[in-house]
């Protein structure tokens, strides 16, 4: 167990050596009764860091942050959040693959961490956790978020983890839904309807719907409901889907400064997955599947409240109550006799079905504070947050000889185990600014007890932490069209759930916690048509915890580095004669390799070094064109990085691909905006492996997509 006696000592240090070294440098300046102002942002902004991802506020944050707003991806042709957030520089989501195999589950990497089930960032929703267990289980199998209910994502890859841990290694992202309309009444209606039309996947017809209606009084008041389906057919054999997203935002004016905020949602997804491909079954057709038995459910219901008052300007408390109750059941069938051919319906012997329950509750008051002390500006934060997860997860498992009809058999209870947590947060940071700089300490205590009970055997294991977690972010206006930044970051990750020992043999207690170091620095620039970004990162990550033979083990140290860098240009501002026309790309390159064990010095499976975007967007009169391209190159399936690879499709190498998207969009006057579009436009077969999955192999990504769709405004 930490103390956090050296790291209490050390906070005073840590808040007061860099407004001293500020103070030294700067001529003395009047003092004025005016509220303070750091860089433009207000107590709102100060209290709130992600917020609505406000362009400014983004433009000033002291580290790596990219948001893409509901205009890109729609012009995009994006149709899953997955697929929007590609547009993000170090970002890279593979296929639906695995436990994650369809549109209600996320896969999510940043800068080489794991992109499985997003197990390497915090993922949250206006601020609160998405994943089913923060602490306990933070993987999203159920990525309970609907692209039609957003109006911008927004990723911070450095300086959050002082608010928003733990597991912020990877860096957080944050879905913004769309806000209530101001106008008494108001709201959008979205159709739209995919049809595959490349290789061996002709015809399958997915459909997509997003509603919202709603409005607000004079007061500020108001009220919005939501809707967002997804039914039918995806590119693949096996993959009807139904997926309901129901949500209710209301703000209720108390006074002229304070207001309660709510939120209310259901989530329910029912699909049949498709499963993975030997290496013989995608070479015969890479959209066909094998597996006919296989099955995801999933609900999560979500109850939030807020009540924020911002005083006269200069104070901002906000307290937030939120409440998740969510279910998942997979169905996967298996082979783990036969090396080649997984659990295809020839040749499966076991089927597995999977239900799993989470109750999370957690509170979190902020209290943010704008003040002056002689010439330095302060805009300080104190906040605490105390969270409770409950979870339960069963195996029911039929098994026979290869081939057998599993529902002829009746399924046995082998597995059934029991987890919670409880945590406590403590947090405080202070934003000082002097002149154009702006130094921000900062400082994260977690206190976390996590818990496994067998319910099978009554064996316990029961693990408690308490980390300290320091930061520091510089940021220098150096004018209005140049900002730089540094920042270092610690995260950490309590040992999951599941990784918590179920048995004596299982060795419980031995696995550490993980816990990541993270140094940045970058720059951004914006004049005239012309905006650039880029920034350096170092991430050194020790204890990762894997599954290795189905046993969890602490794997040693990595190193991430890189560089992400982002441009775009508004031509128009060049000549006239190119008014409308922009252009715009994003590169990253990251380099992620083993510090320790057999595999030292090897590349990390299942990402890319260099991935990349690049487009065009012309807009005349009411029509609006746009072409866009993105690539990565060639990564691995495993962290030994085989050559060769395997007859099951779960080991080798994963080829490097381009896919290129084109849109036409028509605006009628006062009607609606018309689009048509191809996805993958040039029909090119890409896939990921499910490197470590029980029934892993081949997934194939999306082919050639035609698409139409419809949005009204009123």
């Known amino acids: 167990m930490k103390n956090f006696g050296d790291s209490a000592k050390a906070l005073g240090l840590l808040f007061t050596l860099p407004s001293m070294a500020l103070l030294a440098n700067q001529p003395a300046l009047a003092q004025d009764s005016q509220p303070v102002q750091l860089q433009g942002i207000t107590v709102t902004a100060a209290g709130d860091w992600l917020g609505e991802a406000d362009p400014e506020v983004v433009r000033t944050h002291a580290g790596g942050r990219s948001v893409v707003r509901q205009e890109q991806f729609e012009q995009s042709g994006a149709s899953t959040v997955t697929e929007a957030i590609r547009a993000i520089p170090g970002v890279q989501t593979p296929p639906p693959n695995g436990s994650g195999g369809g549109d209600y589950a996320l896969n999510i990497g940043i800068r080489g961490m794991t992109s499985r089930l997003s197990a390497g960032a915090t993922i949250l929703m206006d601020g609160i956790p998405l994943a089913n267990a923060l602490y306990g289980q933070p993987e999203t199998s159920l990525g309970a978020v609907s692209l039609g209910m957003l109006q911008a994502i927004d990723v911070v890859k450095g300086g959050g983890s002082v608010r928003y841990g733990p597991g912020t290694s990877g860096g957080v992202v944050n879905f913004v839904t769309k806000d209530i309309p101001t106008t008494p009444y108001g709201g959008e209606i979205s159709l739209r309807g995919d049809s595959t039309a490349g290789n061996d996947a002709n015809g399958r017809l997915l459909g997509k719907s997003d509603i919202m209606a709603g409005g607000s009084l004079q007061n500020g008041s108001g009220l919005a409901v939501f809707y967002s389906g ?69 609900e999560r219901d979500e109850y939030v409240l807020k009540y924020v008052n911002e005083f006269n300007g200069d104070y901002r408390l906000e307290t937030t109550g939120f409440h998740t109750e969510s279910f998942r059941e997979l169905t996967i069938a298996s082979a783990p006799t036969t090396s080649v051919n997984g659990g295809s319906d020839a040749s499966l012997t076991i089927l597995d079905r999977l239900p799993r329950n989470y109750s999370v509750y957690g509170f979190e008051p902020r209290f943010t504070a704008l003040a002056e002390t002689g010439i330095v ?20 498992r039929r098994s026979g000889a290869a081939g057998f009809n599993p529902f002829g058999v009746a399924e046995a209870r082998n597995r059934y185990t029991e987890g919670s947590t409880e945590a406590h947060a403590v947090y405080i940071d202070n934003a000082m600014k002097v002149g154009t700089v702006t130094v921000t300490p900062g400082i994260r205590f ?51 759930h599941l990784a918590l020992g179920d048995s004596t043999a299982a060795g419980a207690g031995s696995l550490e916690p993980e816990r990541a170091k993270t ?64 252009v715009y790309a994003t590169y990253a390159y990251t380099e992620a390799t083993r510090e320790q064990g057999v595999n030292k010095g090897r590349q990390l499976g299942l990402y890319s070094p260099h991935i990349g975007t690049v487009g065009a967007r012309y807009r005349v009169s009411e029509w609006t064109y746009n072409l866009n391209a993105y690539g990565q190159s060639r990564q691995w399936a495993d962290d030994t990085n085989s050559v060769q690879g395997s007859a099951n499709g779960k080991l080798g190498p994963i080829a490097g691909y381009v896919l290129f998207n084109g849109q036409v969009a028509y605006d009628f006057a006062d009607g609606p905006t018309v689009a048509f579009g191809i996805n993958n436009i040039f029909d090119e077969v890409y896939a990921t492996r499910a490197s470590i999955e029980a029934n892993g192999g081949l997934f194939a990504g999306a082919p050639r997509t035609a698409y139409i769709t419809t949005k009204f405004v009123f």
């Not at 302060?378 to 195996?395: F, P, Q, V």
């Not at 308490?466 to 206006?477: N, Q, T, V």
């Open 377 to 396: 500006k302060h805009a300080a934060s104190i906040g605490y947050r105390y969270m409770t997860e409950s979870t339960d997860e069963m195996r029911f």
């Open 230 to 298: 997804n039914h039918g057919e995806s590119y693949r054999d096996n993959t009807n889907q139904d997926i309901d997203d129901f949500m209710l935002k209301g703000r209720l004016a108390l006074t002229e400064t304070s207001r309660l905020e709510t939120r209310l949602r259901h989530y329910n997804a029912d699909a049949s997955t498709p499963g993975p491909l030997t290496q013989a079954a995608f070479n015969a057709d890479p959209y066909q599947s094998t597996h006919s038995r296989e099955r995801f459910k999933g």
């Open 519 to 582: 140094y940045e620095i970058g720059a951004r620039y914006k004049a005239g048509g012309l905006s650039l970004e880029g920034g350096l990162f170092l991430i050194h990550f020790d204890n990762q915890i894997e599954s290795v033979n189905s046993v969890n083990i602490n794997t040693g140290a990595t190193k991430h580095q890189g560089i992400e860098t982002a441009a775009e240009y508004d031509l128009g501002t060049l000549y006239t004669s190119l008014k409308g026309l922009s």
């Open 446 to 496: 977690e206190k976390v007890e996590v818990d496994r009970l067998n319910k099978l055997t009554g064996f316990r294991d029961t693990e408690k932490y308490e980390e300290p977690l320091p930061s520091l972010s510089a940021g220098w206006e150096v004018n209005r069209d140049l900002f730089t930044y540094a920042n270092y970051s610690t995260s950490f990750n309590p040992v999951t």
